[in-house]
């Protein structure tokens, strides 16, 4: 039966792509041209006008033909299977996270062309799926600027161009003049990210397109002169961090094992499941910011077995939060002894 609803789908593309090299169709000839019986051609003919493909049948004397309607022909330059219209339907969702920003603004538009261009009944045959879909990136925008940035971005690494910007790194108060050839841009759910070789560190370095302020192109082109990976950076659930990997040996308590060892978070990452039911898991990434806000919010349910260093960021963190609630504890109650 799968078989067969893929042949019938395979011959209804084909008679698409035929509409879209002639205005009409006779059935006898395409019959013969394609090796089809002419009741197939007919039913399938009959299939695509019931699911709204803008054409008719026109009877001639004895002869049968089928006719594009007038002004529809250019429509037939976009064909999509019911898999690829689930997943456009699906991909407005992912976009409305983004919303304010040139990639939302500009793919809705993108998108919206695509359904016009299609059979009306696959519009509303999708439109009513919608309701049983939904999906969520959690993307925050600031509007206007980072759209602007953003375009800037884009055309300055598609015409490689080294740019010049003005960038607050997350230990600066004040945002300071940097030299950057950007190489790419990275969409993540904390943001957008460009990654690119920094002329003041002599490195590939990550920027975060919220802490730029201003950017503009320099007129000096450039050539990259390694090669350039853009899966070094993005560290899958840790989000993108430029740096060296080290190698992170983690032991999660038997209540939490099956919990995590569902969960793909790094493409380095291996599990292996203890006699006691705890769950070594090793990983290859970057000490970063994410990694320790997510061991931090394991609290005694994990541990951090190497490297020392982090095993001191997520202590240092456990205290720090300790300290700043012990805090907020003594001036609530300070408050109300008022």
Do not use: C
Not at 100 to 106: C, T
């Amino acid at each position: 039966m799968i078989r067969e609803r893929g042949d019938s789908l395979a011959r209804q593309l084909r008679l698409i792509q035929i509409f879209d090299e002639r205005r009409e169709v006779a059935v006898p000839e395409v019959a013969r041209e394609l090796g089809w019986t002419p009741r197939t051609v007919y039913r399938d003919l009959s299939v695509l006008e019931r699911v709204g493909v803008p054409i008719y049948p026109e009877r001639r004397g004895a002869r049968s033909r089928w006719r594009v309607v007038e002004g529809y022909r250019k429509r037939f330059s976009v064909t999509l299977s019911w898999p690829e219209m689930v997943a456009l339907t699906a991909g407005r969702d992912l976009l409305a996270g983004a919303s304010g920003s040139f990639f939302h603004e500009s793919a809705m538009a993108a998108l919206e062309k695509i359904r016009s261009a299609l059979p009306p009944e696959l519009v509303r045959r999708a439109d009513a799926m919608s309701k049983s879909l939904s999906a969520a990136t959690g993307i925050a925008w600031e509007g206007a600027r980072a759209r602007r940035l953003t375009l800037t971005l884009i055309e300055m690494i598609e015409r490689r161009e080294t740019v010049r910007m003005q960038y607050r790194s997350r230990a600066d108060a004040k945002p300071h003049e940097r030299t950057v050839d950007p190489y790419h841009l990275h969409l993540d759910a904390g943001g957008t990210y460009m990654v690119g070789f920094s002329h003041d560190r002599k490195e590939r370095r990550t920027f975060l397109v919220d802490r730029i302020s201003e950017v503009s192109g320099t007129g000096n082109p450039f050539e990259r002169t390694e090669v350039f990976r853009p899966g070094d950076f993005f560290q899958g659930y840790f989000g993108p961090w430029a740096g060296k990997a080290v190698e992170i040996q983690l032991r999660f308590a038997r209540e939490v094992a099956a919990f995590v060892a569902d969960r793909r978070l790094h493409p380095t990452q291996v599990n292996q499941l203890r006699s006691d039911g705890a769950l070594d898991v090793t990983l290859q990434v970057p000490l970063s910011p994410s990694l320790v806000r997510w061991l931090v919010g394991w609290a005694d349910q994990v541990v951090i077995r190497s490297p020392k260093s982090l095993e001191h960021q997520v202590v240092r963190s456990h205290a720090q939060a300790v300290k700043a609630a012990d805090r907020r504890r003594q001036e609530s109650e300070v408050k109300a002894a008022r």
